[in-house]
């Protein structure tokens, strides 16, 4: 996915935002296959078991069998058909997740060539943070930033201007 480039500002302000609210003691599980912002959480000194690459849609078992004190959750829910079900599946008490916001002068993601990377929700804030709250969640902080571009053009200007991404720390309410 990322053999030319990584999203380097993502990736700091992620890291940022997690060792702001995750003690580097904390064991985690992050949704999703092992991947380049994973090692990056592993060299920072997180403890981090990563899923197999299961269709979390299909098989929780993964996470309903997790001991993890916290579940972290990058760029994952907008590719789920369901991600009610993974949010309510999770035995942490802990989350942190991100999800690129909805854009007005962007349509959704859809790869041709890879069924998995395809975005089913284009997620406002307001949406994920009723998706978490409808999922026993209550939002603790929240972060949201812009992914600028160097192109020439109207959307890369207003890519500089309009968030693009939304990170929360959030803990369970309920069981």
């Given at each position: 996915?990322?053999?030319?480039?990584?999203?380097?500002?993502?990736?700091?302000?992620?890291?940022?935002?997690?060792?702001?609210?995750?003690?580097?003691?904390?064991?985690?599980?992050?949704?999703?296959v092992e991947n380049p912002f994973?090692?990056?959480?592993?060299?920072?000194?997180?403890?981090?078991?990563?899923?197999?690459?299961?269709?979390?849609?299909?098989?929780?078992?993964?996470?309903?069998?997790?001991?993890?004190?916290?579940?972290?959750?990058?760029?994952?829910?907008?590719?789920?058909?369901?991600?009610?079900?993974?949010?309510?599946?999770?035995q942490s008490n802990k989350l942190?997740?991100?999800?690129?916001?909805?854009?007005?002068?962007?349509?959704?993601?859809?790869?041709?060539?890879?069924?998995?990377?395809?975005?089913?929700?284009?997620?406002?804030?307001?949406?994920?943070?009723?998706?978490?709250?409808?999922?026993?969640?209550?939002?603790?902080?929240?972060?949201?930033?812009?992914?600028?571009?160097?192109?020439?053009?109207?959307?890369?200007?207003?890519?500089?201007?309009?968030?693009?991404?939304?990170?929360?720390?959030?803990?369970?309410?309920?069981?």
């Amino acid at each position: 996915m990322y053999d030319k480039s990584y999203p380097n500002k993502r990736y700091k302000h992620t890291i940022q935002f997690l060792k702001k609210h995750v003690p580097e003691s904390a064991t985690i599980l992050d949704l999703g296959v092992e991947n380049p912002f994973s090692n990056i959480m592993s060299s920072e000194g997180f403890k981090v078991k990563n899923t197999k690459g299961e269709d979390l849609d299909v098989d929780t078992s993964a996470i309903k069998n997790s001991q993890a004190e916290i579940v972290t959750a990058f760029e994952i829910f907008e590719h789920l058909l369901s991600p009610f079900t993974v949010l309510k599946a999770i035995q942490s008490n802990k989350l942190v997740a991100s999800v690129p916001l909805r854009l007005w002068f962007s349509s959704a993601y859809k790869s041709k060539t890879d069924m998995r990377d395809r975005h089913y929700h284009e997620f406002e804030d307001w949406q994920f943070d009723w998706l978490l709250e409808k999922t026993g969640w209550e939002i603790k902080a929240r972060q949201k930033w812009t992914n600028p571009t160097k192109k020439i053009g109207i959307r890369p200007l207003l890519r500089w201007i309009t968030p693009r991404y939304y990170i929360v720390y959030a803990e369970r309410i309920n069981n």
